[in-house]
């Protein structure tokens, strides 16, 4: 798809999800039907204390991770969380950094910056939390200017991973951080997928081959990149069960779709700005 059909998709997308967010339960709009969010919450490593602290709206069951939890965030630090959604990770960071930090949110999806932004103001942070309007690829905010960037399953919907990655690396401080969580591939999926909009916008075939994901990174001017990974393997199993992929999954063998489960993984990635 082109960068703009992209883009459109992935709003169209992710505006279904706020409207339909009681009952949203997982990384996409093509899956996000039925289940509990606060389960899927935990799964992803929220804990209890973290889901007491947050408005239940700004939980959408949506991620792949929990991106604060290796940010190791300190009082009065600048946090920009790339694909805000609905706030989860930002106010999670405003508790952590507090009143004497501040927090940024960019998304270009209204409705999830509508939510957010009237959050702000009911929890009473809208001082020192925002939400911007913009794409991550071309983030509206000031060079040098920030300590840590939070990203939540949100990269691998980018048509151009780089530029991300590059803009990241431009709004940084020296010595500030990267902490996200991110959908990567261990192996190509079959091209059935590929084509997929509902896959594209579910987080699957968006997603990067870990190798390139990490090079992307460095490629930008990152130092000190880790990661760790856990199985993605229920995330395509509720992919596969959006009813616009029926003929898709019919076109797979069964082998063809469980190696291809078996290649989906949650990656946490950590890099450093030199």
């Not at 932004?117 to 809208?126: E, H, P, W």
């Not at 780089?162 to 990567?184: M, N, Q, T």
């Not at 997603?207 to 930008?220: P, T, V």
Request: aromatic letters at 6%.
């Amino acid at each position: 798809m082109a960068t703009r059909d992209i883009r459109d998709s992935v709003r169209d997308g992710y505006d279904q999800v706020v409207k339909d967010s009681k009952d949203s339960s997982c990384c996409g709009p093509a899956c996000c039907v039925g289940g509990d969010r606060e389960k899927r919450a935990r799964d992803l490593g929220y804990s209890e204390i973290d889901l007491a602290d947050i408005p239940d709206e700004a939980n959408l069951g949506l991620g792949c991770g929990n991106p604060t939890a290796i940010a190791a965030l300190s009082p009065g630090e600048v946090v920009l969380d790339l694909g805000s959604g609905a706030g989860m990770d930002a106010f999670l960071a405003a508790a952590q950094v507090g009143d004497k930090g501040q927090v940024i949110g960019i998304d270009m999806t209204p409705s999830m910056l509508s939510r957010s932004r009237n959050l702000a103001t009911q929890k009473g942070v809208s001082e020192y939390v925002e939400f911007r309007r913009g794409y991550i690829e071309d983030l509206p905010v000031t060079s040098e200017s920030v300590d840590v960037i939070l990203s939540n399953c949100v990269i691998n919907l980018s048509p151009d991973k780089p530029a991300v990655f590059g803009e990241a690396y431009r709004v940084l401080k020296r010595g500030g951080r990267l902490a996200i969580s991110d959908i990567c591939l261990t192996a190509p999926l079959p091209e059935i997928l590929q084509q997929a909009d509902a896959a594209y916008v579910g987080c699957i075939s968006g997603a990067l081959l870990a190798e390139e994901y990490e090079a992307a990174i460095k490629d930008a001017g990152f130092v000190d990149v880790t990661w760790t990974r856990t199985s993605a393997a229920d995330l395509f199993d509720a992919i596969l069960s959006d009813p616009t992929l029926k003929s898709a999954r019919e076109t797979m063998t069964d082998r063809e779709a469980e190696e291809t489960r078996n290649h989906l993984w949650s990656y946490k990635f950590s890099a450093v700005k030199s």
